[in-house]
């Protein structure tokens, strides 16, 4: 599997990012895809995830600010983020399960300034 995260970048408050992932070496349309983020200092967390069929799933965080969706034509997944916020700054990562492990893309960084 391989993931190639894109996106990130500096936005100021209220702005908005739009991330893009790309995988390669699976048959995209049969895999769960998700969106993680870390923080300096916290641990990594899901921001949000969208099954093979097209489910949706947000963390609190996220929710009515964020959507996760997919191109199962072009292999990508991607995260439209809107309004964001300060707490928003982090590492964003891509990531799937392939043969019971979790993968992850190299990440991108999402800074929001004040």
């Known amino acids: 599997v391989q993931l190639q995260a894109s996106g990130g970048g500096l936005v100021q408050a209220g702005g908005s990012l739009r991330l893009s992932c790309s995988a390669s070496?699976?048959?995209?349309?049969?895999?769960?895809m998700a969106w993680y983020r870390q923080a300096p200092g916290q641990e990594r967390e899901l921001v949000a995830s969208?099954?093979?069929?097209?489910?949706?799933t947000y963390a609190n965080s996220a929710k009515g600010r964020f959507t996760i969706s997919r191109d199962n034509f072009g292999d990508a997944v991607y995260l439209q983020m809107n309004s964001l916020k300060p707490e928003d700054t982090a590492v964003y990562y891509c990531?799937?399960?392939?043969?019971?492990?979790?993968?992850w893309g190299q990440g991108t960084q999402v800074t929001v300034s004040s």
């Open positions: 990531s799937t399960v392939d043969c019971g492990r979790r993968r």
């Open positions: 070496r699976i048959m995209f349309r049969a895999y769960d």
């Open positions: 969208i099954s093979s069929d097209g489910g949706t």
